[in-house]
């Protein structure tokens, strides 16, 4: 890495302990509140200074900071003030700081993933004319943490210093603050060069029909950044640009993704800039400048030293060019390969004949943005209506703090007891602790890295609220959390929209009470911390609804009914057919049956668990309460218009939170636990699948919400609540038709767009279910059963796994009508029935589910379609009156 980057930039990527780079952003903030006076441009060099300090000498910024495990706090600087520290910790920081120049970091290698520093001002110029991002994207290295809380103390090992002693080594560049700025002087062309030093820079030159041309900066810059982390292969994107290129580390050609054509590449050294040499007395005089501060022994006046050297830093660079701009390369060069276009997976357009492209500043950070894909109906896919946020996020990540407080887009009140709570009981995953200051750190990666590759402020977007006919939302892991990151900071749109995650956010915070929402987004970005490297993308989650009910189902009734898999709640939990509960997932390319109402999250209204399937299970599925950022939330007196509809379906999404099952606990479907809620069983397997005629990979399972038709909504003064949950009112045998159709209508693939039905087929081949059709809208459990085998038999490629429980969340007891007297009916009625409730032994029929499937199985689907709809009236059970109907 010291050839093209400069060693300063393998000591930040090797940096393994100490500060972490996601810490900058919330430091910089923090610098920027405490040190007023700098003016606007002293904020923004600021910004930059703390990220460049945290590379280059990580024990000495912590201590400026305050950060506990480099020590105790010095009482001279005023509460959370830069300072507190500092003076003990110099001379550690500077031991630390020479052993990393040395090359003796913890692991000996870089991680991979990081990217050597760059510290120039948003747009500057640096030492070699290389350009930072226009955003200043921050550089990673070293594991996640952001505890801006933690004040005191000294982990095991620390060395702990006299505060009077010497701030370290102040003879030259060797290690503390002398040695960080005497590093940054030098990669901003302020430092006088050694006179063995070789002269030149290092560049990457693109051969074309003219001889060899110059890449762009920041296309060098990558490539160098590849080449020190050994692979062997690095695509670039070019937002302005539609021409893709793969070049090859080791046989060093440029290939044109689009055309074929190859080139050869090479790196190179040139002629610096006289400028650069020119200005080595500039850093001697800072230098000398900075020794007398620091033997001044004062803290307070070192920080405001600092903060003036680094300002001037900032000006000389910017002067550096005409009118304060940067000056761009003038030489020809290309970038490796253009940034995904506006319209997402859609063809790419002719290939460019020009040999090199213009120079571009594609991003720092080598992340491949994900490839999301959209349809806003059948056949409109590829590309989407774009919103713009009303904050950058990469700005928004220097405002993000440990999140022990509230973030902007919280409720506090609503915030403050989970926060509490997660700090006193820290949830484990993969064996280790997951601190909040560990997700703010997510968070900070997250709103840093582009995973659109739009540019940062510009999104796609499809609202997935009627009129929602062959709508896809296809979007990576990595997107997701993102969006959930900018929700939880408060960012909107310019449009002045706001979007159904939002929205819910807003409506949630108004009941502090109601706070497992909060649970539920802030596991899924602790799961996703520990699972995606910086800069993986994970795995693609797949988001559609289907067209319009067409009665196609009816074409298939002369398949023949297989038999179901039928399994049975055991007293330890377990279930009589060795698969999980489908409820809490596990069994692969199993979808969980969302017993639904018109929105997917009911009445709880995304903010809580409740007695009820559908407003419990999306708590604990986090991705599917995410995806309700697409939908527009505009009307905030109507929850629905910021909530999913139904029938939809998420393709790989996973459970998060423990725990959950279909039987009820205490009441609720489901219940989070004191401590580990965290669900540390999650499959991290993935299938490979086709979206838009692309490979993806996607996890094997799914969610999908259907909604039965309600019997209690439409019963009227015609029967009792009684004769309803002991299957004895006659309506709720009349909507066969209409439940096979809406069965149909959210399981079967070909009812959704057909870009995606080859996912969907890869994705689900069994279906999991409670008594849908039986909840909470008091429809009859034998009823229901039949419905769904039968309707299952209609879908192609797909069986059924039925679950019975004695006590399931909604109607409970109701279900074990199912068993009949012969399979302990009653029994089942006393263990799960509330007491009260009304659920009557007595009611149980003498046949149970056993007897019907032996009556039905190997037989036509229009023999049990005729049946149930000429079954008889109540009060005898529906499976007691098919027995021996049609001859059987």
């Known amino acids: 890495a010291s050839v093209c980057c400069g060693s300063s930039g393998d000591i930040c990527s090797r940096r393994r302990a100490g500060l972490p780079w996601v810490r900058r952003a919330a430091a910089a903030a923090r610098w920027r509140e405490w040190w007023a006076p700098a003016g606007a441009a002293g904020k923004t060099c600021l910004h930059d200074a703390v990220c460049e300090l945290g590379c280059c000498s990580a024990a000495a910024v912590a201590a400026m900071f305050g950060w506990g495990q480099y020590g105790s706090l010095s009482n001279k600087s005023p509460p959370g003030s830069p300072m507190r520290g500092a003076r003990a910790h110099l001379k550690q920081s500077g031991a630390e700081s020479r052993n990393l120049k040395a090359g003796n970091s913890p692991t000996g290698q870089r991680p991979p993933g990081t990217q050597p520093p760059t510290f120039f001002p948003p747009g500057s110029a640096g030492p070699s004319g290389l350009q930072r991002n226009s955003r200043g994207p921050l550089v990673r290295g070293g594991s996640r943490s952001l505890n801006l809380n933690s004040r005191a103390g000294s982990g095991p090992g620390q060395q702990q210093v006299p505060e009077n002693s010497d701030s370290g080594d102040e003879s030259g560049q060797g290690g503390g603050i002398l040695g960080t700025v005497s590093s940054i002087l030098g990669r901003l062309g302020m430092e006088e060069r050694a006179p063995d030093e070789e002269q030149g820079i290092l560049v990457w030159e693109v051969e074309v029909a003219g001889g060899w041309v110059r890449l762009d900066a920041e296309t060098s810059q990558l490539l160098t950044q590849a080449q020190a982390e050994g692979r062997r292969s690095v695509q670039n994107c070019d937002a302005r640009s539609t021409q893709k290129y793969m070049v090859d580390l080791e046989s060093l050609e440029q290939t044109n993704q689009s055309t074929g054509e190859k080139r050869g590449v090479r790196c190179t050294r040139v002629a610096e800039d006289s400028k650069t040499r020119r200005s080595g007395g500039r850093g001697r005089d800072i230098l000398e400048a900075l020794r007398r501060l620091i033997a001044a022994r004062s803290a307070l006046l070192l920080a405001a030293g600092l903060a003036l050297i680094i300002t001037s830093v900032v000006v000389a660079s910017t002067a550096a060019s005409p009118g304060g701009k940067p000056q761009t390369d003038s030489g020809g060069g290309g970038s490796v390969a253009p940034a995904p276009s506006d319209e997402g997976w859609s063809p790419a357009p002719p290939a460019a004949t020009t040999p090199a492209l213009a120079p571009t500043q594609p991003p720092l950070v080598p992340i491949q943005p994900g490839q999301w894909y959209m349809c806003t109906t059948l056949g409109q896919c590829g590309s989407a209506p774009r919103r713009t946020w009303s904050t950058d996020p990469v700005d928004l990540a220097g405002a993000v703090a440990g999140f022990n407080a509230a973030p902007p887009g919280v409720s506090a009140e609503a915030w403050g007891p989970v926060a509490a709570h997660w700090s006193a009981s820290t949830p484990v995953f993969q064996g280790t602790d997951v601190q909040l200051g560990d997700i703010a750190a997510f968070v900070v990666e997250l709103l840093c890295s582009d995973p659109f590759g739009t540019g940062g402020k510009d999104i796609p977007f499809v609202d997935l609220r009627p009129p929602s006919e062959n709508k896809v939302v296809a979007v990576t892991q990595r997107q997701l959390a993102f969006l959930v990151a900018n929700a939880l900071m408060g960012n909107g749109f310019t449009d002045g929209g706001s979007d159904g995650l939002t929205a819910g956010l807003l409506r949630c915070g108004a009941n502090p009470a109601k706070s497992t929402y909060l649970y539920s987004l802030l596991s899924f970005l602790a799961v996703l911390s520990r699972e995606l490297a910086p800069g993986d993308q994970g795995s693609l989650l797949v988001a559609a609804t289907p067209k319009g009910q067409d009665n196609s189902w009816m074409n298939n009734l002369g398949t023949r009914l297989p038999e179901p898999t039928v399994c049975q709640r055991q007293a330890d939990g377990s279930f009589d057919c060795g698969l999980s509960d489908f409820m809490a997932g596990g069994t692969q390319k199993q979808a969980l049956t969302d017993i639904a109402g018109g929105v997917v999250g009911g009445g709880a209204q995304l903010c809580d668990l409740a007695a009820s399937q559908d407003e419990s299970l999306v708590q604990f599925y986090s991705e599917v309460l995410a995806f309700s950022f697409f939908t527009n939330g505009a009307n905030k007196d109507d929850s629905a218009t910021g909530m999913l509809p139904v029938p939809w379906v998420l393709l790989g999404a996973r459970r998060y939170m423990n725990h959950l099952s279909g039987n009820s606990m205490g009441g609720s479907c489901g219940a989070i636990p004191a401590a580990n809620w965290l669900n540390e069983a999650i499959s991290s397997r993935t299938v490979p699948v086709s979206v838009g005629g692309t490979q993806q990979k996607v996890a094997p399972s799914a969610f999908v919400g259907v909604a039965s038709v309600c019997s209690a909504c439409n019963v009227g003064d015609s029967c009792s609540h009684e004769e309803l949950i002991n299957n004895k009112c006659d309506l709720q045998r009349r909507h066969l038709e209409q439940d096979?159709?809406?069965?149909?209508?959210?399981?079967?693939?070909?009812?959704?767009?057909?870009?995606?039905?080859?996912?969907?087929?890869?994705?689900?081949?069994?279906?999991?279910?409670?008594?849908?059709?039986?909840?909470?809208?008091?429809?009859?459990?034998?009823?229901?059963?039949?419905?769904?085998?039968?309707?299952?038999?209609l879908l192609s490629g797909i069986t059924l796994d039925y679950y019975i429980y004695p006590s399931f969340c909604e109607n409970q007891g109701n279900q074990c009508f199912v068993l009949g007297t012969s399979g302990g009916c009653g029994a089942c009625v006393e263990q799960g029935a509330l007491p009260g409730a009304g659920v009557d032994p007595g009611s149980c029929g003498p046949r149970g589910i056993t007897d019907i499937i032996s009556q039905f199985k190997g037989r036509s689907a229009q023999e049990l379609y005729d049946a149930l709809l000429q079954v008889g009236q109540p009060p005898d059970q529906i499976f007691d009156l098919l027995h021996g109907s049609h001859g059987i």
Do not use: H, K
Not at 760 to 789: E, K, M, N
């Open 740 to 793: 096979l159709s809406n069965w149909y209508q959210a399981f079967e693939p070909s009812m959704y767009e057909p870009s995606v039905q080859q996912a969907f087929r890869s994705v689900v081949s069994r279906i999991g279910t409670g008594p849908w059709g039986a909840g909470v809208w008091y429809g009859d459990s034998q009823q229901s059963f039949l419905t769904v085998w039968l309707a299952t038999s």
